[in-house]
């Protein structure tokens, strides 16, 4: 009995361990979470970024939030963190763009708030035929310290609300994966820190 309990475990664990192989694949191929790093032909700056994947409010959670988030690096500026926060959403949805206005967040129960600097972008991807919308694109920034991302990846509790001219959006930061699997924005910045921290060394 103990055996088939343990076989079973060991069966479940491979299982979910594929599917989170695959959905990480998955979102690769998408562009969500992806770390990458370049260096300007200009002033040989070297930048670090990884692009904008999913938060959740729940653990329960299957779909997303509306705003996804990412974040950069600047060797010119290596103790501050831009964190870039894109709104998803189309025009069938009848809210097809947002202006994404501020970032606040509950660290362990001290709360920071940080403001865009500029105007938020908007982008879309022209009219689909096949689903018969237009998929739209609302992006702008927040800086903040390399410390405090550091600090919100280990954290015991970090709540974060994206506030918009439509409302706010709240989402458990600490949520390594949804419902369904998919990997989140949590574990890209863990993946981008520890590229960032390597770059630090080098320097």
């Known amino acids: 009995m103990k055996k088939g309990l343990v076989s079973l475990a060991l069966l479940s664990f491979v299982t979910l361990t594929g599917c989170e192989s695959v959905s990480d694949?998955?979102?690769?191929?998408?562009?969500?979470?992806?770390?990458?790093?370049?260096?300007?032909?200009?002033?040989?700056e070297k930048i670090i970024k990884v692009t904008p994947n999913f938060l959740f409010e729940s653990q329960s959670d299957w779909g997303a939030n509306n705003v996804k988030l990412g974040a950069r690096w600047k060797s010119s500026q290596p103790d501050n963190i831009i964190i870039d926060l894109v709104y998803d959403s189309s025009s069938s949805s009848g809210s097809s763009y947002a202006q994404i206005n501020s970032l606040e967040i509950n660290l362990n129960n001290t709360k920071h708030s940080f403001t865009t600097n500029s105007a938020t972008s908007f982008d879309n991807s022209g009219y689909n035929s096949v689903s018969k919308t237009i998929y739209t694109k609302s992006q702008n920034a927040v800086v903040i310290p390399k410390e405090l991302l550091e600090k919100m990846?280990?954290?015991?509790?970090?709540?974060?609300?994206?506030?918009t001219n439509k409302g706010y959006q709240d989402s458990n930061f600490l949520i390594k994966r949804s419902g369904g699997g998919a990997p989140t924005a949590l574990l890209s910045i863990k993946e981008f820190l520890v590229e960032v921290n390597s770059e630090i060394k080098i320097e």
């Open 25 to 44: 694949s998955l979102n690769q191929m998408a562009g969500l979470g992806v770390v990458s790093q370049e260096q300007s032909t200009f002033d040989n």
């Open 153 to 163: 990846v280990s954290a015991d509790s970090c709540l974060i609300r994206i506030n």
